[in-house]
């Protein structure tokens, strides 16, 4: 029997959030082990095997699974997909169905691309359509209002095709930070598609409801679009569609229009799927990968996955019915850059490249033996077409391992570590050091180690700029955002090369990337036959300072900063716009009046008759958002906070409007223009409003990158956005948020 090797971090992580009632991670692993040995005719003996898979470490299993097995309740699964076809009964059947798959904890992908564009006439209503952005966003609204088994709000993905009308505001829905945060979103790019690019050709939008051409464009126009966007917030991500579908098992059952959240199982409609990692830093031995052991892990980690499918339980019955006829699981890894690490080997290398080719080419066949043996043992998956049977329609991906990978206590999936030090947040309030056990180790070994050595990777983050850190150490622990984009790439292509799925993966990059480097590295992704991308530039997304170290600020400036919280005087005359909002409370009148220099100063509310608590409620959110304008809070801060928040939704003019706190932001959304009287664009307001003034100088010290915030020039050391559970700085690594110190991930 294996002894359990869970670090104090890891311990905690379970502890916080995976062990239910008195439990202890024995028994967790135990509870995991016997529900999942439950297909096996010899029951005791798997049980033993499976725990021993979690117990060493070298398995694990996905967070649902951990959560949920054994217990009779939620679901088994991490990812599925809900189709939506272009009628209403579809929209709320989907709306109903998610509801139901985010209560109990699963992340959804949906294609948007047959719903029919927005202003499109409804022949039985004679109404018109609101659009794929609007029941986008009319799902995120649904998914704010769930939490997962009461912990945290699920993830989704958004797909538009590249040739649906709403595109372009569809590649731009994410420019000001405050849509849809709970979605990502991707263009489903076809072969076509980029020809065109290639070859400077016009591209035509068409309907999907009728099939007809409602406008044109030039191709490059769009693919700008693109990069453009992905530069400035890291949305939206590409979907190669027909790379995808090329490698569909069952074509015959439909296409992959989409994926789960994090982009690395595109899926039929109604499909889950069951994840997995191998953990492949406990798979090196005297520098040396052993291969043998690593090919018997794999053996018993697909059947683990293969019993999951058996034993899982779904919310709805077109998702069993789906989930059955193809039996789809994932196994992947995590741990790989700690593999690299122990033998030797920079992320940034040839050999690199070699040593993944090697190892995925491995897991994959090994994979793909045992499900044959499974379908000789059990019959094949009942949708099959293959010639030869098997068991499961798809056995690999690479998934994120962001919780599973500190229970591991390993690097996640085959990321770059994100930083050699962070400080991290503990629950008393101290803060603590945490730095990377396999430079320690190395540090102590050859002699360089001092505590002030560790305390000064801990300000960066980084090894590179140390003079006492030899040159060999320093490219073995170059970090996510120190590691050229380019190799990035290469990487998830290498192991795109060995899945049956897909890749998560971020291609981080530093502040100071262009947007040429981001066509670049989408244009790699294409010919290295990847299946999808996703870009994060370091410090796009709005910054939330969680400690602020220094201010070196001058006397005047100080005093300007403070004098800037004092609300201004009100002019005895101001010119304004009114606007006229549909609200579920009945109409509202919004009056938003400028200064002189045509920013928003104040604003003004009415909702029905005076006296009512909602009346009331609205006053209230005005006053204090004249205030805010007044002390000089820019308004894109005070959308931000407004933005979403939902009581008794409504429907006007294809915008879905949550309460009257959400018409107030989108109010202010609309018309801060450069000329906001006289002009009838409707300007977003990221683009309208200059950023904050560098008056003070922030160090964030929870975790750190290599790149510069494009404010100030000082690392951005993260995402800015803050942790729920540890209040910790979030990294975006695998395609998603996460946090180094707790394990929580937004899309696991």
């Known amino acids: 029997m294996t002894t359990l090797q869970f670090t104090k971090n890891a311990e905690t992580v379970l502890r916080t959030r995976y062990l239910i009632g008195d439990e202890t991670p024995e028994d967790l692993l135990w509870r995991v082990a016997n529900a999942i040995s439950a297909p096996e005719p010899d029951k005791e003996y798997w049980s033993q095997i499976f725990f021993d898979l979690m117990a060493s470490r070298q398995f694990m299993p996905n967070s649902p699974t951990l959560f949920n097995a054994g217990t009779g309740q939620g679901t088994l699964s991490a990812c599925f997909v809900i189709p939506i076809e272009d009628t209403m009964e579809s929209i709320m059947k989907a709306a109903t169905t998610s509801a139901m798959i985010q209560k109990y904890g699963g992340g959804i992908g949906y294609a948007f691309s047959k719903l029919r564009s927005r202003g499109s006439r409804i022949t039985t209503t004679h109404g018109k359509a609101c659009g794929a952005t609007a029941v986008l966003k009319m799902l995120s609204s649904l998914s704010d209002m769930i939490t997962q088994g009461g912990k945290r709000h699920g993830a989704n993905m958004g797909i538009l095709h590249v040739s649906h009308p709403e595109v372009m505001s569809f590649i731009h829905m994410k420019d000001n930070n405050t849509e ?108 040396q990968v052993n291969y043998d052991a690593l090919k018997e892990i794999t053996q018993k980690a697909t059947r683990f996955l293969e019993n999951v499918v058996t034993v899982n339980t779904f919310p709805v019955q077109e998702v069993k019915d789906a989930v059955d006829a193809t039996r789809k699981i994932g196994l992947g890894v995590m741990g790989w850059h700690d593999m690299l690490i122990k033998l030797n080997i920079p992320y940034e290398s040839p050999k690199a490249l070699e040593i993944a080719d090697k190892v995925m080419g491995l897991i994959n066949d090994v994979a793909k033996t045992t499900s044959m043996e499974l379908a000789l043992e059990r019959g094949p998956y009942p949708a099959s077409k293959e010639s030869q049977p098997i068991r499961n329609a798809t056995r690999t991906c690479i998934a994120p391992t962001g919780s599973i990978s500190v229970i591991a206590g390993a690097s996640s999936g085959i990321e770059p570590i994100f930083a050699v030090a962070f400080v991290k947040n503990v629950l008393d309030g101290k803060q603590l050091t945490e730095v990377n056990p396999y430079f320690e180790n190395i540090a102590k070994e050859r002699g360089f180690y001092t505590p002030k050595l560790m305390e000064e990777v801990a300000e960066t983050g980084s090894v590179q700029e140390i003079d006492s850190v030899p040159q060999d150490v320093k490219e073995l622990f170059k970090t996510a955002l120190e590691i050229n984009y380019k190799t990035h790439v290469n990487m998830q292509s290498v192991f795109q090369k060995h899945t049956d799925l897909a890749v998560s993966k971020t291609i981080n ?66 010119q304004g ?6 609200t579920g409370h009945g109409n509202m009148y919004i009056t938003i009046n400028f200064d002189e220099e045509e920013k928003p100063f104040e604003v003004f509310s009415t909702l029905g008759k005076a006296g009512g608590c909602e009346s009331a409620s609205l006053e209230a959110i005005s006053r204090l958002t004249s205030l805010a304008l007044r002390s000089g809070v820019e308004p894109k801060e005070i959308v931000a906070h407004l933005r979403g928040i939902t009581c008794v939704p409504a429907w006007d003019q294809g915008v879905l409007i949550g309460s009257p706190a959400d018409a107030v932001a989108l109010a202010l959304e609309r018309h801060v223009t450069g000329s906001p009287r006289s002009s009838k664009t409707l300007t977003l307001l990221a683009k309208s409003l200059p950023t904050t003034a560098a008056t003070e100088e922030y160090t964030v010290t929870s975790l750190s990158s290599n790149g510069t915030n494009g404010t100030n020039g000082k690392s951005s050391n993260g995402s800015g956005l803050m942790c729920p559970e540890c209040n910790t700085n979030l990294i975006f690594q695998e395609g998603c948020l996460a946090c180094l110190s707790c394990g929580w991930n937004k899309c696991e």
């Open 180 to 287: 849809a945060q709970n979605f990502n979103v991707s263009v489903a790019i076809t072969d076509e598609f980029m020809q065109a690019v290639d070859q400077d050709e016009i591209w035509n939008l068409i309907d999907p409801h009728n099939q007809e051409v409602v406008d044109s464009l030039p191709a490059r126009n769009i693919w700008d679009a693109i990069i453009d966007s992905a530069w400035k917030t890291g949305d939206p991500g590409i979907y190669f569609i027909d790379e995808a579908n090329r490698h569909n098992p069952t074509p015959h059952l439909g296409n992959l229009d989409s994926t789960n959240p994090c982009g690395e199982v595109p899926l039929l409609a109604h499909e889950a799927c069951n994840l997995g990692s191998i953990n492949l830093a406990l798979f090196v031995e005297e520098g």
């Open 509 to 574: 990059m530093a502040n100071n990337a262009t947007r040429e480097d981001i066509a670049s590295a989408y244009r790699m992704a294409y010919e290295s036959k990847c299946s999808g991308i996703t870009i994060y530039r370091d410090g796009s997304k709005p910054t939330q300072v969680l400690e602020v170290l220094s201010k070196k600020t001058s006397p005047t400036t100080e005093k300007e900063t403070n004098n800037g919280l004092i609300p201004r005087v009100r002019p005895h005359q101001l």
């Open 577 to 582: 716009v009114t606007e006229r909002l549909r």
